[in-house]
Each structure stands twice: as C-alpha cells, then as structure tokens.
C-alpha cells in the first residue's frame, strides 16, 4: 500500500467548467476526508466519510460541491460551474476505525481557475 | 466548535538552536495531532498525543490535557526543519474529523 493517492496533482480550469477529483485511501482505511487549503492558511474540513456514507458536510461544501464514495473505496469531489474562488489545495486523508488512528493524508489536487 | 491558536506565526532560528512551537484549543479533545507541511508539498503527520509525551528523533511533542495546550519542540534545528507546522484537533466531540491551526513558518538558515 503506498498511502493515500490523489488524482490529478494540478488541474487548471477555466471558470463555468466543472471538474472531478480522485482520492484512493489506504485499503484497510474506512474513514475519508476531504479538506481544502488556501494560500497561507490551515486546512478546512469540507466532508467525511465512514465506509460509503457521508456523515458529516462543512457548510464550506456549496451545493456547487458534491463528493462520493461509492464503494466505500475510492471517493470523488466535484465541483461544478467552478469560480476563481474555488482555486485551492484539494487535500484527501483516510484513517482506521480506532478514533484517528494512523491518519493518513495525501499530497493534494492543486486547482487553479483562470 | 473547536478553535485552535497556534503562536508564533513565524519562527526563524539558527542552525543547532532549540525551537519551541505552542498550540492551544478551546475544547476537550482525545487527541492531538502535530502535522508538516514543506512549500507546496503535501502534509505529513509527525505526531498524534492523546496524553504525555512522545518523541521522534530530534522532535518532541508534549500535551497538556487539563490546560488544552501542546508544544512542539525540536533539538538541534536544521535547514531541513524549514517547513509549515501545523497543530489540528477534533472538530468537536462527536467528530472526528480535524480542525488545523493556521500554522507556523519556521525558517532555519545554516
């Protein structure tokens, strides 16, 4: 197992696209979230999983946002009619059943809308 | 909600000093996690404490429970220390996803 992989590393869009992002976490992970981090700023909660339900929705998750899990594997964020606001780091984590045991986090999807 | 404080800002140090990162929070947690982030890398977990103190080569973390603070300190700073320092709790009781601090810089020069 390589951690947590997220797919693509850079995307840039232009404004109006919509656009998905992939986390795969570690396998035998069930727990996944998703965060998003600004420049020169800590990263925010945006939503978490437990196996294929999403249990938890920060009010930052627009409805322009939507993520899913549908396996209780892989998870996708999508973001649609994206606005230049929307440029960020896309950070995925997973962690084991056992409260935030080996919390695992990924290198990121850089967003750039122009 | 949690809020999390984490001082200083900005940290810059000489080669071999000893270094001394705080974060406080504003509500009881079980654990606490000390996070690393390098200029435009992704974050690395360099501690999870729920009690006492932990060690890792030249990097301690300790937490103080009853007084909702922690600090990280590390030994012999290096050039290669210079990264982002994040702190990130609960956040809240039920939850168990993170809230994170805004971070420290920290910058050792040789």
């Known amino acids: 197992d390589t951690g947590v992989s997220q797919d693509p590393r850079h995307k840039i869009t232009k404004r109006g696209q919509n656009v998905t992002f992939r986390c795969d976490p570690i396998?035998?992970?069930?727990?996944l979230y998703w965060y998003r981090q600004t420049l020169g700023q800590g990263p925010e909660f945006l939503t978490y999983?437990?196996?294929?339900?999403?249990?938890?929705k920060s009010r930052l998750l627009s409805d322009r946002f939507s993520a899913e899990r549908p396996k209780g594997s892989f998870s996708t964020l999508e973001i649609q009619r994206t606005e230049q606001g929307d440029s960020a780091m896309y950070l995925c984590?997973?962690?084991?059943?056992?409260?935030?045991?080996?919390?695992?986090f990924g290198s990121g999807t850089r967003l750039t809308v122009v | 909600k949690n809020e999390v404080e984490q001082s200083p800002q900005n940290l810059t140090a000489q080669e071999g000093e000893f270094i001394t990162i705080n974060c406080s929070y504003s509500?009881?947690?079980?654990?606490l996690h000390w996070l690393q982030q390098h200029p435009g890398g992704g974050i690395v977990s360099l501690f999870m404490?729920?009690?006492g103190k932990k060690k890792h080569g030249r990097l301690i973390a300790t937490i103080n429970i009853q007084e909702k603070h922690s600090s990280l300190h590390i030994t012999a700073s290096h050039p290669r220390d210079s990264a982002v320092y994040i702190c990130?709790?609960?956040?809240?009781?039920?939850?168990?996803?993170?809230?994170f601090g805004k971070g420290t810089t920290l910058s050792v020069s040789s």
């Open positions: 999983f437990q196996n294929e339900a999403q249990l938890e």
């Open positions: 509500v009881g947690i079980s654990a």
């Open positions: 990130a709790v609960p956040f809240n009781q039920a939850g168990t996803a993170l809230i």
């Open positions: 404490l729920s009690s």
């Open positions: 984590a997973s962690s084991s059943p056992a409260p935030f045991y080996g919390y695992t």
């Open positions: 396998s035998e992970h069930n727990r």
